[in-house]
């Protein structure tokens, strides 16, 4: 059976070789004629108004397979065009009539050859490499590919053609639900930069259609199901629309109709409706006949003519000195004009922000929390609710007691109008202002520690994450006493901004916060990146007349750089059920970061009525281990940690090894002092002032158990003696035989 071709333009004829003069349509002819698998059938050009050049050639591809799907031939026939305009691709046009659609593939109107979309990269980086011999190559990389599924597989939706259009119609991610609801309405809202001839327009909901005067009209239209692979070309008149609805099985004209028949009966001004109308049409694609709905293919035609205009030609509209009236609503008939003929312009159909696609845009497979909380959100909190946000990441609710201030706007997302507002409100309306729609689940303006507000423990008591942004120790000490099922994690930023801290429960929370806490502080002690960790590299400032409104000097720019990666490590420590201590470095001169993670160890705790003491299997270990280096004698040293009164806890950070000048025996031990206030005052140093003496520990011989002796209670007085002048208790700690033990002393009590 001969194979039939598409005719070309009447305005292309048939010219000789020798009169083509486009630079590229020359390279082009060559490398076909010295090509063995390409024959030139002909060289055209175009009439002198709108110049062009053709050349026609058959190319061969044997790496096609012979059953293809799409049904490629071995050979096929091209017409490959160019314009005067040397910044624009070559047009490659398939002449074979049953060119197989559905490909990757420009528009082109019913009819016309099918254009082929050849390059993925814009014309300009094309052309820095492109030559005759290469532009065959690359059309026959196109035809094997598309052959073997692997440019669009075959078991795809069938995609649009594409096409450059000058206008954007964003449509709701949710608008199927939206057009589900009683009495829903829709319009276009121009976007602030768009003009009669292009820009971008949102579809939005609009209760009252009547109230409200349409400068462009909108009607959304639902075709009937298509087997996939029908739809091959877009519409450029509603003719052609009909044309895909008849084939369909439906009537454009009457789904015309309901759309534009929604108008009052009587006295609609021509001047107030515009003269523009998009259609917005769904296409319906099944697999195979009688099948289930698979996927929709939304399109979007500007129509060149107002909708009263339309609805004139259809027999809706009667229109007389500019007032339209509704025939079918005042009981009158009109004929049909030739409203076929007017010409749709195709649009490109872009949904609107939502967080599935966001997911999409950023390469984020995990949902996320589905209830998480977010502790604070000042500068680190407001830019990680940020960039969780645009990633997709997550359902978020925020707490924080604060107000934005003048001096907040140098490093927090809000804006000089949401000074004075609550941070949690400005973060709300900033997560609106992303999504065009109410994001945050909620935004409760509050201290989190203040569990007697009902909307606070309500809130956490139902997150199943808690990330703590406050920059305060209350809030990650107390939750830690809480037994709330939410993994919680604590986040901040170093005092000079270099240095990002991510500390993470375990999922079943056997690993709570505070002890984290204290295992991170002891690896600053001991480890050679907590020498500077902690320094403050800028200074304070003054943010208000109170003596506790201070603020320090810290880059937004620091801010940026350590939130985006906490915003992405965080995500990957919850997605592992154990805990972690993890910390970044930045190099300000270099930009290099340097990423330390810190072994974690269960914790433990003593109940010293009315004091709970902390520590940690890390540091028990530690003790062990001195113990047995020093056996048969005894050993021991300091202890090093923190108070927190308010609660009557005290965490024991870390056990110092015996100063030298230590008398060490079989039943004995003497601590010295030799190096010792050197020492803590660089573990002060280090921790920020955190971290301090808070008492002493010793081993027991062995045969020996933990128990105090007496000379170990007369120790404990005498030293808490030297503790009560600062109101602290003091600690003793024994390591004995198969078992450690805290003791506490406050002045001239002792408890065991």
């Known amino acids: 059976m001969p194979v039939e071709y598409v005719e070309l333009s009447r305005r292309v004829v048939e010219v000789d070789a020798a009169t083509l003069r486009l630079p590229r349509v020359l390279e082009i002819l060559k490398a076909s004629r010295l090509d063995p698998d390409t024959t030139v059938i002909s060289t055209c050009a175009t009439t002198p ?19 293809n799907p799409l049904g490629l ?41 099918k254009w082929l979309c050849l390059y993925f990269a814009p014309p300009r980086d094309v052309y820095r490499t492109w030559t005759g011999p290469s532009f065959l190559r690359q059309l026959r990389w196109w035809l094997v590919q598309t052959a073997k599924g692997t440019l669009h597989a075959a078991d795809q939706p069938v995609e649009l053609p594409f096409y450059d259009s000058p206008w954007d119609v964003v449509v709701p991610p949710n608008l199927a639900n939206l057009r589900q609801q009683p009495g829903a309405k829709f319009i276009l809202q121009a976007a602030s930069s768009a003009t009669d001839e292009g820009g971008t327009v949102l579809l939005v909901a609009q209760q009252d259609m009547a109230a409200r005067s349409q400068q462009f009209g909108v009607g959304i239209l639902d075709a ?14 509603l003719g052609d629309l009909e044309v895909e609805f008849n084939e369909r099985g439906g009537s454009l004209a009457e789904s015309l109709k309901a759309a534009l028949g929604q108008l009052p009966a009587v006295g609609v001004r021509t001047a107030n409706a515009g003269n523009r109308y998009m259609l917005l049409v769904n296409f319906p694609v099944i697999r195979q006949a009688g099948g289930a709905v698979e996927a929709t293919q939304a399109i979007a035609l500007v129509a060149g003519e107002g909708q009263l205009d339309i609805g004139a030609k259809l027999g809706i509209y009667d229109i007389r000195d500019g007032v339209a009236n509704n025939f079918a609503l005042v009981g009158q008939a009109a004929p049909e ?10 649009a490109s159909v872009l949904k609107g922000p939502d967080s599935v696609s966001f997911r999409h845009y950023s390469g984020i497979v995990n949902d996320g929390p589905a209830n998480a909380v977010l502790v604070g959100v000042g500068s680190l909190g407001g830019e990680l609710l940020n960039l969780w946000l645009r990633a997709g990441w997550g359902e978020w609710s925020v707490v924080d007691p604060d107000h934005i201030k003048p001096h907040n706007l140098a490093r927090h997302i809000a804006f000089a109008r949401d000074l004075g ?26 201290d989190a520690t203040d569990e007697t507000k009902d909307a606070i423990r309500q809130l956490l008591d139902g997150a199943d994450l808690v990330v703590d942004c406050s920059t305060k120790l209350d809030f990650p000490r107390q939750s830690s006493r809480s037994d709330r099922a939410a993994r919680h994690v604590s986040v901040f930023l170093t005092p000079s901004g270099n240095g990002a801290v991510l500390i993470s429960e375990d999922a079943a929370r056997t690993y709570r916060l505070a002890t984290l806490e204290s295992q991170y502080y002891r690896a600053v002690i001991n480890d050679h990146w907590g020498a500077r960790h902690l320094e403050r590299h800028l200074g304070t400032f003054w943010s208000g007349a109170s003596c506790r409104d201070i603020s320090y000097e810290l880059p937004f720019s620091s801010v940026v750089v350590q939130a985006g990666t906490l915003a992405e490590r965080l995500p990957r420590a919850i997605a592992i059920d154990e805990a972690s201590i993890l910390v970044w470095e930045r190099d300000i001169d270099t930009g290099a970061v340097a990423t330390h993670s810190v072994a974690v160890t269960k914790g433990r705790s ?76 660089e573990i002060h140093d280090r921790t920020a002032n955190i971290v301090s003496y808070i008492g002493e520990w010793h081993s027991h011989p062995p045969g020996h158990g933990a128990k105090q002796s007496l000379d170990d209670r007369i120790q404990a007085a005498v030293l808490a003696f030297g503790m009560a002048d600062d109101g602290l208790p003091f600690l003793q700690l024994i390591v004995g035989e198969g078992e450690i033990r805290v003791h506490g002393a406050v002045a001239k009590f002792l408890a065991d």
């Open 49 to 67: 108004d709108d110049y062009a050049e053709v050349v026609v050639i058959d190319v061969k591809c044997s790496a096609i397979p012979s059953r």
């Open 73 to 113: 031939r071995t050979v096929e026939r091209f017409a490959v065009m160019m314009s005067e305009d040397q910044s624009a691709l070559p047009a490659v046009l398939a002449l074979r009539k049953d060119f197989p659609g559905g490909t990757h593939l420009l528009a082109t109107k019913r009819g016309e050859p």
């Open 224 to 237: 009937p199901n298509g087997v996939q692979g029908s739809r091959l070309q877009l519409p450029f008149s």
């Open 337 to 346: 004009g030739n409203w076929r003929a007017i010409a749709l312009e195709p």
């Open 421 to 446: 507002k609550p941070k949690v409100v400005a973060c709300d309306e900033f997560a609106t202002a992303v999504f065009g729609t109410k994001k945050l689940k909620s935004a409760i303006e509050g």
């Open 606 to 681: 003593w109940n010293l009525d009315p004091l709970t003491v902390y520590a940690d299997e890390g540091l028990l270990a530690k003790l062990r281990h001195m113990r047995a280096e020093m056996l048969p004698r005894e050993t021991g040293g300091i202890l090093v940690g923190y108070h927190d009164l308010s609660a009557n806890d005290v965490f024991i950070v870390d056990a110092l090894s015996a100063p030298p000048d230590s008398k060490h025996s079989e039943g004995h031990f003497e601590r010295g002092v030799e190096g010792m206030p050197e020492r803590l005052r």
